[in-house]
């Protein structure tokens, strides 16, 4: 018996850059309009989104990867500042987009598995993602990498004429000690 025949492309992992704005927001913008996993409301533009790309950088705890297939964007994950209070910047928000139909082979786990060996080299203690409810794939995958819950936020989202949870979920992802943390009381 013969082995069945791959007809896809191998993906490319890469970080992401300026020139990928356009690929990025046509995925985004998808979640944006279509579904609550998003709760913009408002479809973004090239204007909006320049300063968010550019503030990725090659190293430090802020990074943005895509994933190609045959030259074409299929996905994206980046880490973002969790807050703005100094106290949580050894922390980060972590995200994933796919494009619609390129669920279930395997680029999200690639792009997260890239990502944190990113933020893991540069010192990130803790990375947290937000999950609108109900999402079993995203929920699949965020355990997957070591992710736990750690509380629920009920009905903190209104699109689509309703309300929605959002389940919170926590990684340790390593990192190194802080002058915060690492001094005397």
Not at 2 to 30: M, T
Request: proline share 6%.
């Amino acid at each position: 018996m013969e082995a069945p025949v791959n007809l896809r492309p191998p993906v490319n992992l890469r970080r992401g850059a300026l020139a990928d704005l356009d690929a990025i927001l046509a995925i985004y913008n998808h979640f944006v309009e279509h579904t609550p996993i998003t709760f913009d409301l408002q479809l973004q533009t090239r204007a909006m989104r320049e300063p968010w790309i550019q503030g990725f950088r090659s190293t430090g705890p802020y990074q943005l990867f895509v994933a190609e297939d045959a030259s074409e964007l299929v996905g994206y994950a980046h880490s973002s500042q969790f807050r703005t209070k100094a106290a949580y910047d050894s922390s980060v928000e972590t995200t994933v987009y796919l494009r619609p139909g390129c669920e279930g082979r395997g680029i999200g786990r690639r792009l997260y598995t890239r990502l944190f060996q990113a933020i893991s080299e540069a010192g990130v203690h803790r990375a947290y993602a937000g999950i609108t409810l109900p999402n079993d794939p995203s929920i699949a995958l965020h355990r997957a990498f070591g992710f736990e819950p750690c509380g629920t936020w009920t009905e903190v989202g209104h699109k689509f004429d309703r309300f929605w949870d959002v389940s919170f979920w926590q990684k340790a992802v390593g990192g190194v000690a802080t002058s915060a943390s690492a001094g005397s009381p």
